[in-house]
C-alpha cells in the first residue's frame, strides 16, 4: 500500500551517539519534512526537502543533518545526540507548490519516539 | 509570518452532544487551512481542508469546519460526538503563494474527550 513509513518506532540511545532515523514514502511527492513534537510547543518543522538534493533548514534545525539522494527517503541524522533532542520525530510529505498541489495537505508517517539518556 | 491558536488545551464533551474545536490564525493575505487529528501513537491525520469556495467544508468521519473570514476563524464541528472522536486536534495554516514548504503552521493542539 501506498504511504508513509518511519523506522525505527523506538529508539533509546545514549548522549553523544549518532542516530538516524528513517523516513521512506512511496507516493512519490516532491516535498518531504521532519517535524519533532513536544509537550507545549505543538510541532516544529527541523527540516524540509522540495526534491531530490534540495534541502533546506526549518524552525528548529540546530543538532541535525537531513540528505535527500533519492526523492523517497529522507534520513534524519542526529550527529551527537543531547537529551534535548528527547522526542517523537515525525515524517511528512505533500505535492507542495503548484496549480494543484499548494492546496494538498501533508501526509503523515507513525513518528519515532527517541529517547536520550 | 502566519500564525495559528487553538485556545483551549482540553475540550470535554458528552457523547451525542455537538462538539466544537476553536481555532483561529493570523495570515497576510489569503489561508489555506487545514484540520488534523492524532490518535494516540499514530502520525497527524488529514481531516478536512478550506482553500476558497463555501465557508462550511465537510470532511471525514463526519466532521466539518467553518471558515469565518472576518473573525479569522476555522472553527473544527460535528454534530453528534463519539467516544471513538476522543483524540489530539490541530488546526495547521499555510498562506496562498508562500513558501509551501516552510511556512505551514500548525496549532499547539486541542485534546478533545468524548465522555461516554
Known amino acids: 500500500d501506498a504511504g508513509i513509513t518511519q523506522s525505527p518506532r523506538y529508539k533509546i540511545t545514549e548522549t553523544g551517539r549518532q542516530v538516524t532515523l528513517m523516513c521512506h514514502q512511496t507516493?512519490?511527492?516532491?516535498?518531504m519534512f521532519w517535524y519533532r513534537q513536544d509537550l507545549g510547543h505543538g510541532l516544529r518543522l527541523i527540516y524540509y526537502?522540495?526534491?531530490?538534493?534540495?534541502?533546506d533548514k526549518g524552525e528548529v534545525p540546530d543538532g541535525y543533518v537531513v540528505s535527500r539522494s533519492k526523492t523517497e527517503n529522507f534520513p534524519l541524522t542526529l550527529e551527537s545526540a543531547t537529551r534535548s533532542q528527547t522526542s517523537v520525530y515525525f515524517c511528512?510529505?505533500?505535492?507542495?507548490?503548484?496549480?494543484?498541489?499548494?492546496?494538498?495537505?501533508?501526509?503523515f508517517g507513525d513518528g519515532t519516539r527517541l529517547s536520550i539518556l | 509570518a502566519q500564525s495559528v491558536a487553538q485556545p483551549e488545551d482540553q475540550v470535554n464533551v458528552a457523547e451525542g452532544n455537538p462538539l466544537t474545536v476553536k481555532c483561529t490564525y493570523s495570515?497576510?493575505?489569503?489561508?489555506?487551512l487545514f484540520w488534523y487529528v492524532q490518535y494516540p501513537n499514530r502520525g497527524l491525520q488529514f481531516l478536512l481542508k478550506?482553500?476558497?469556495?463555501?465557508?462550511l467544508v465537510k470532511g471525514s468521519y463526519g466532521f466539518e469546519a467553518e471558515f469565518n473570514k472576518s473573525q479569522t476563524s476555522f472553527h473544527l464541528k460535528k454534530p453528534s460526538a463519539l467516544v471513538s472522536d476522543s483524540a489530539l486536534y490541530f488546526c495547521?495554516?499555510?498562506?496562498?503563494?508562500?513558501?509551501?514548504?516552510?511556512?505551514?503552521?500548525f496549532g499547539p493542539g486541542t485534546r478533545l474527550s468524548v465522555l461516554p
Open positions: 507516493w512519490s511527492h516532491s516535498y
Open positions: 495547521a495554516v499555510r498562506e496562498l503563494g508562500d513558501n509551501y514548504g516552510q511556512n505551514f503552521v
Open positions: 511528512a510529505s505533500g505535492t507542495g507548490q503548484g496549480a494543484f498541489g499548494g492546496n494538498q495537505p501533508q501526509h
Open positions: 526537502s522540495a526534491a531530490a538534493d534540495i534541502t
Open positions: 478550506y482553500i476558497t469556495g463555501d465557508n
Open positions: 495570515v497576510s493575505g489569503n489561508p489555506y
